[in-house]
């Protein structure tokens, strides 16, 4: 299939409408889309921007949820804000906490529907992984969500409603009136590496990132957010133009016949198409370099020739490779490589000029660690046997 080939998904998002009485969920919607729904409850023209902007830093920047709280708007417009629309942001259904201190949340959505986001603590940063689907539809066979069906995808108010969320718990939004950046950063960075590839996603997961973006709400820098895809190649240059983002690239594999196995996206679009659109990335978004996800399994991609390949393959484009130990989850058909065996990898590439960064587990007491997300209610065990079987029909 050429890079030109359309995209084709059955899944649908779901509207913006909640079905409690009809209101709208304002989270998620564009600077652009609150104006028209302030617009469409007979908000004067004139005065829409100034209600946007009141509006946008009560939810974004001090994290308020209810209308009467807006001491700025008068009491009965505030009332009629509250008649038409809801600020909701998904419910957290459970907590876990690791003994790294990584956080695990499983969180509820419209529809019932479940997914779990990341919350993972260091010295100099705070990471949240992000989902953006139910489930997945990659069936990539070392990833436990990849077990799990594509159910739909998560709109952009249940996407940047998880960072919401995170804030919620970490205590991290300013109180009302306090400018922004007067505290550290406990949230300081976003990884889209959770369930499901979000450029499947497209539209929704840029909505959502650029209400991150915004300089009057959230606020954060489009270099601490990193987009992770398995090589949806047509939508790579479109994620450069508008979002602008960091990129990482699960990569998994230096040969066609290995990563068809691995990540099966690659049967639609192989490794030379995936890194001719990796090629022009760093330009399109003046972003630094991108990052190449190489998890490493034993006896399957971890042999030095392996790592001689990646580093050829990879000439010329601005790169760093994290190299991922295996996070086993009942079930796997794999294991992890062996750590003498992983640093020898590590150390060919470093060589070669590229950091070569060993990714520390963490979570994995939880679940939490890279490839193990999958939502409580999908988490019905498949036999290791079951998952060989349907990886070699793959």
């Known amino acids: 299939m050429t890079a030109s080939a359309p995209i084709t998904q059955d899944v649908l998002t779901m509207p913006r409408k909640l079905p409690e009485g009809g209101k709208t969920n304002l989270v998620g919607l564009t600077r652009d889309g609150l104006r028209d729904a302030l617009l469409a409850i007979g908000t004067p023209e004139k005065q829409a921007k100034m209600r946007v902007n009141q509006i946008w830093q009560w939810i974004y920047q001090w994290g308020v949820r209810d209308f009467d709280s807006m001491t ?9 804000l ?25 969180v509820r959505i419209a529809g019932g529907h479940e997914v779990e986001v990341v919350y993972i603590p260091e010295t100099d940063r705070g990471t949240l992984c992000v989902s ?22 998560l709109t952009a108010g249940e996407i940047v409603g998880q960072i919401m969320m995170a804030r919620d718990d970490l205590g991290e939004w300013p109180k009302p009136g306090e400018p922004a950046g007067e505290r550290p950063r406990l949230l300081s960075n976003i990884v889209l590496m959770g369930m499901g590839e979000p ?20 606020s954060l820098s489009r270099r601490r957010i990193t987009l992770s895809t398995s090589g949806v190649v047509p939508e790579i240059a479109k994620t450069a133009e508008e979002i602008g983002c960091l990129l990482a690239v699960s990569f998994h594999a230096t040969t066609d016949e290995v990563r068809d196995k691995l990540v099966p996206i690659n049967k639609k679009w192989n490794i030379k198409e995936l890194l001719e659109a990796l090629r022009a990335y ?15 399994l034993k006896d399957v991609n971890d042999t030095d020739a392996d790592a001689r390949r990646l580093v050829k393959l990879i000439q010329g484009i601005p790169a760093k490779i994290n190299l991922i130990p295996f996070n086993e989850w009942p079930g796997s058909p794999y294991q992890r490589s062996d750590w003498e065996r992983i640093e020898s990898f590590a150390d060919i590439i470093y060589k070669a000029g590229y950091a070569s960064p060993i990714r520390t587990p963490r979570g994995e007491d939880i679940m939490a660690a890279c490839g193990q997300l ?4 999908e988490r019905a065990r498949k036999s290791r046997a079951q998952i060989e079987a349907e990886t070699k029909a793959g």
């Open 72 to 80: 700025n708007l008068a009491k009965g417009y505030r009332a009629q």
């Open 82 to 106: 509250d008649e038409n629309f809801v600020i909701e942001i998904p419910e957290v259904v459970s907590k876990q906490v690791s003994l790294d201190g990584t956080r695990k949340y499983l």
């Open 132 to 153: 953006s689907q139910v489930g997945c539809t990659l069936t990539c066979s070392f990833c436990h969500t990849g077990t799990q069906k594509l159910v739909r995808n």
């Open 199 to 218: 450029l499947y996603n497209f539209d929704n997961v840029r909505d959502a990132m650029k209400i991150a973006m915004d300089g009057e709400g959230i």
């Open 282 to 296: 760093p330009k399109l978004s003046n972003s630094e370099r991108i990052t190449f996800e190489y998890v490493m």
């Open 374 to 377: 999958k939502s409580a209610t």
